[in-house]
């Protein structure tokens, strides 16, 4: 099935991009009334389409026959609010988790970032992994953006479809890697809010339609 393959896709990149390593992360992407998520536990590189799992929206299993991935209410509360949204990603980055460790969000510090990402990156509260608790700390962080940060845990992209979630992913991680580096140096010089939301704005009413 084409869902399927597509998650298997996503797992191959976000490996090679170094977003994840052994099992951790997960992947989904929600097609009508069922979603088609990552099993728990598995290794990318040995991933195929006939281990990927189907649920409905309940958390209810339709298909396959492996456990389905434990971080799946995150992505159903996601789905449930956002009727944008049709691809989660949740990643283990480095930077990214650097920084939920140590601040409440990041800035509007790069065009891109704040473009696709949002007009900052909030770190949500921690709540316990697998947990309604998480999920829901989730939605709130996030809102209307397509990255969150999970407190000492890692980060969550979305999208409208595999490619937007991809490439949030991999900007998110850039910009807090960016970040991190900045904080070095010396003192941030930070996007104004008028012109976070002008850059957020464009992105959602042209180029993104564009694409």
């Known amino acids: 099935m084409y869902e399927k393959s597509k998650v298997v896709e996503l797992c191959q990149k976000i490996e090679k991009e170094g ?6 992360g997960n992947v989904s992407i929600k097609d009508n009334e069922k979603v088609y998520i990552t ?31 434990s971080e799946y209410k995150l992505h159903l509360a996601i789905y449930k609010k956002r009727d944008d949204v049709n691809t989660v990603i949740h990643t283990h980055p480095t930077y990214a988790s650097i920084v939920s460790l140590v601040k409440e969000y990041i800035p509007p510090l790069i065009e891109d970032g704040v473009m696709i990402c949002g007009e900052r990156i909030n770190v949500a509260r921690y709540g316990e992994p697998g947990s309604w608790d998480l999920a829901n700390k989730a939605v709130e962080a996030l809102g209307k953006n397509n990255a969150v940060i999970l407190k000492n ?17 991999i900007v998110a991680e850039k910009t807090a890697h960016i970040y991190v580096e900045a904080l070095k140096i010396g003192e941030i010089s930070e996007l104004s809010e008028e012109d976070a939301k002008k850059l957020r704005y464009k992105y959602l009413t042209s180029y993104r339609q564009k694409r």
């Not at 977003?19 to 951790?24: A, C, I, P, S």
């Not at 990318?44 to 799992?53: L, S």
């Not at 980060?155 to 992913?169: D, H, K, P, R, W």
Request: proline share 6%; aromatic share 8%.
């Open 19 to 24: 977003l994840v390593k052994g099992t951790w």
């Open 153 to 169: 845990h890692g980060l969550v992209t979305v999208g409208e479809n595999e490619v937007e979630a991809l490439t949030t992913s």
């Open 39 to 69: 099993p728990s536990g598995y290794p990318y590189d040995k991933m195929k389409e006939e281990d990927i799992m189907v649920i409905d929206l309940q958390g209810n299993v339709l298909e396959g026959f492996r456990t389905p991935s």
